[in-house]
């Protein structure tokens, strides 16, 4: 990417060819050392492979170097050109530095690999790779030597370590050939690669090193590169990683900047503490505004509904049916009071008459007389 | 012929009645009925001109003239695809309660009533007709969802049956205004959806509007807009969109997962093709004026469901949620298609491309989303009626081909490359996109977490530590596997050789195009 970035498309696809199989190599390598230690994945418990995988250990080798931009190595003609292309990008040397770096840190990391994985004594054990690994012999604890560093009276065992079968190295060495090979398609000398992908004719010729600042750069790049492999060995290769539990060398140099290397410089964290929060929170929302708003409003249009019911039903029950029953109570004790009148009690009857009768003859006479 | 198609499932579920004491017999019927209904959709399909534009196999017979009420059916590329993806989602729904005993032979009655309804909604072309079968549809759905469904099921499905309701009645009235409006002294007005739409296109039917209508004094531009208005709100409902969807995660819910397929592979669909055949036709002008609200409705219905799936518990609340999600681009395609921006004509390309991902989609959705609940029903079948995504976890290792099948779905569901999601999305994106930049670009939200809460199942129900509880499941049966094939196998199809659909129906997009250009033209 470096290179195309800085102008040099067909430097960076050479480097995207040779990156392709040493990496392939690399990353089948790495199977291989995990299915010779049975699964097992973390490169402290691993350790003097060497020994038990020797093509494993060499084709892992030659990939690594190759990785690292070891002179001669596939690596070093393919970076060794992109880096040559920053150099003389007219926009900034930013990108250089960058790229210099880059390998001084790719060069250091190998080697502390190769350290951990291929050197050293060997520290597979069952307790690192679980019960039921199959290559492994119990052994009780008191016996074992003290690298694996057993609790007492603790039954442990050592898994065996082995080289692949042949169908896994076969690959590894073809490969590897690539990884060693591969970069004399693209040499200054003989720049086979970037002819082909300009169309031009290919032309053999040692002043393709005669390039301004070409030489000296390949000086400074393989020094970058054996200063990262230097650095890689002092830390790692020095004294042998004994135990397991051993603190790493650069833990016990830097533990701060360790710890934040070995977090991933938190970026993990980083999003789950944005991206991850901030789209929770949206969900949430979603469910919210559809429970209780979208939801709401047809809930309230439900109750509103439901009143208008029981509303209608009140006023039909004791406003309009009120009314009417009151005016039936009504009627119905103006009929009680008027069947007094008609009781069917003659005496009663002649009551009345006698009493009209009365009170006619008074109102008679009383006209009479006036 | 169509008639024939429709009289079919309803004398299936009759004979499927009578033969109610052997759920045995009457399930064979039923599926020997909703084959045959498949067999002449897929009739229909192959002899369907697909160049032809406007209807094929037309019948129209006087019904209640003085009303303006006929009996006219009719199909065109959207018709068919309708058809064929009712019977097929039919078919699968009916295959999923093959060995579900609670499900009676009263239930596969009803199931093909449905079916009925679906095909007369999808062929009628008389608004009175349609109306009919549209509501028809209904009943049956209520009854399956009242009678089979799950604890809150009373509710569900009576929330169901109102909530379209409403719609129904605002669409009733808004086509009562256009029947009043159309009618002249000695002549009835017009139900018919092609003579309307020509209407509508002519820019007659807004004259009429303005001459026989004059409502509390509102100009006729509000009066259409409020038609309109009206209309949407029938469609938006069963579609649904969004605000208008509450509905839809309980009934989902609620409903047996064998009928929640119907809803979502079929019924849903209906919604949808409401927007073609009645809103797009009839009221381009109104939808183009109010393009920015709708856009703004379909992004709410892409964006806010798919973000409420990734926080439900209830793997058919989360797959409900998804569905309102993948209707809601085929909500924004209609809706960008409308655009009319006075001389570009290069533009039709782009709508041709949403439309016809619009009817993709529709057959996509249909048939991924009809599978997911079949998984979940077979999965429910298994683990006692047990659903919660947190239920489960490694069901990788103990139902592997369960977990694979039902993985291809999901990722169907969420548009990878190669399956039916896929080609249905992307087109309408790419026709969406350069018609409305704004909508299309919030609406990828959408995209992105249906991605999200998809492998999120994936992940808490396939993958994650072994649940013991579920160590004895039993994986997909031999014929449970032969009944899933033919569905993953046409997902794949469909992925790969979209043409299938997109041939079929390129003359019905074309002509939709073509009559929005001329429409907008005044």
Redesign the interface.
Known sequence: MLGLGVGGVAVGMFHLITHAFFKALLFLGAGSVIHGCTEEQDIRNMGGLRRFMPVTFATYACGMLALCGFPLFAGFWSKDAILHAAHGWGVSRGPFYLGAIGALLTAFYMTRQMYYVFFGPQRVTVASVGAAAPAAHAIPAEEIEPVFSPRPGEVCAIADPHESPSVMTRPLVILAVSAVFLGFVGTPAWPWFQSFLAGEAVRFGWDGFGEPGLLSLMFVSSLIVFAGLGVGWWFYGRKPIVRVTDPDALEQLQPGIFHALANRLYVDEFYNATVIRL??F??????W??RW???G??NLV?WLVTGLGWLDAGVDKYVVNGGFDEGCRDVARGGRFFSHLQNGRVQNYLRVIAAALVVLAVLLLWGHRG | MITLLTLLPMVGGLLVLAFYRSRDLARLFAVIFAVGALAIALLFWHGLAPAHPGMQFEETHAWVPSLGMTYHVGVDGLGVLMLVLSAIVVLMSLAASWANEKQSAVYLALVLFLEAGLFGTFTALNFIHWFIFWELSLIPAFFLVRLWGGKARARAAAQFFLYTMVGSVALLLAFLALFLATSAPGRPGSFDFVELAQLAQSGQLAGALAQNLHWFGGSPDHLAMLLFWAAFLGFAVKTPVVPFHTWLPLTYAEAPSETTMLLTGAMSKMGVYGFLRILLPIFPQQMQRAQTPLLWLAVATIVLPAFAAWVQKDLKRTFAYSSINHLGYCVLGVCVAVKFTGTDAGLAAEKAAALTGVLLQIFSHGLTAAALFWFVALLERRSGGLRGIDDFGGLRTIVPVFSGLMGIAIFASLGLPGLNGFPAEFLIFKGAFPLAAWATSISVLGLLMTAVFLLTVIQKVFSGPVNSRWEAMADLTTSERLALLPVIALMFVLGLYPQLITGMVHGTVMQWVMSLNQGMRF
């Open positions: 789209t929770r949206c969900s949430a929302f979603a469910a505004l559809d708003i979208f939801g409003a047809v439900s």
